[in-house]
Antibody, heavy 115, light 111 residues
Framework: EVQLVESGGALVQPGGSLRLSCAAS????????MSWVRQAPGKGLEWVSV???????YYADSVKGRFTISRDNSKNTLYVQMNSLRAEDTAVYYC?????????WGQGTLVTVSS | QSVLTQPPSVSGAPGQRVTISCTGS?????????VHWYQQLPGTAPKLLIY???NRPSGVPDRFSGSKSGTSASLAITGLQAEDEADYYC???????????FGGGTRLTVL
């Protein structure tokens, strides 16, 4: 059974950093396209970043240069390192598996950026 | 402002049929990229409802159907049930952004 479990969400001050994790089971992360998608409170879904099975990475303009997506094959885990956080980064962050679309979603982890 | 445009809300009585539109542009839906639909029940993660324009994952009732034409797509729900009350999002790929794009979401209210 495919499972995705996010962790690492927290309250952080503007300008701070945070790393989110997404532990996968039931499949191999490195063989799949893996994405981060976020949802600000009361708002819609926003794609953040993708790491392709071949290792190429892409980012939304809103996070480019501040966020870094990566994976640890030995732990079968996806990460996103978030630096220079802003109030507008406040959201539930979901990890998802899929190339053209999100076949599977995690339950999400909340990141709040506030002083 | 979302790249894909959806109506903010739709409503219908139990048993009725509703449709939700999703309008894109030449760099996403109009470029031939597939459209996918997700259902998000209150307080939960999104769930894949329709993929590749018209296909239902296992377990999704055939009351849900999708279509695509030109730069737009639609989700139709027939035999509306109270449990269908949720937010619905369309999604595609955009070649100019090199990533997924979503609609702003449509809240379905079952009257």
């Amino acid at each position: 059974e495919v499972q995705l479990v996010e962790s690492g969400g927290a309250l952080v001050q503007p300008g701070g950093s945070l790393r989110l994790s997404c532990a996968a089971s039931g499949f191999t992360v490195s063989s799949n396209y893996m994405s981060w998608v976020r949802q600000a409170p009361g708002k819609g879904l926003e794609w953040v970043s993708v790491i392709q099975s071949g290792g190429s990475t892409y980012y939304a303009d809103s996070v480019k240069g501040r966020f870094t997506i990566s994976r640890d094959n030995s732990k079968n885990t996806l990460y996103v390192q978030m630096n220079s956080l802003r109030a507008e980064d406040t959201a539930v962050y979901y990890c998802a598996r899929g190339a053209s679309h999100a076949e599977y979603w995690g339950q999400g982890t909340l990141v709040t950026v506030s002083s | 402002q979302s790249v894909l445009t959806q109506p903010p809300s739709v409503s219908g009585a139990p048993g009725q049929r509703v449709t939700i539109s999703c309008t894109g542009s030449r760099s996403n839906i109009g470029a031939g990229y597939d459209v996918h639909w997700y259902q998000q029940l209150p307080g939960t993660a999104p769930k894949l409802l329709i993929y590749a324009n018209t296909n239902r994952p296992s377990g999704v009732p055939d009351r849900f159907s999708g279509s695509k034409s030109g730069t737009s797509a639609s989700l139709a729900i027939t035999g509306l049930q109270a449990e269908d009350e949720a937010d619905y999002y369309c999604q595609s790929y955009d070649s100019s952004l090199s990533g997924w794009v979503f609609g702003g979401g449509t809240r379905l209210t079952v009257l």
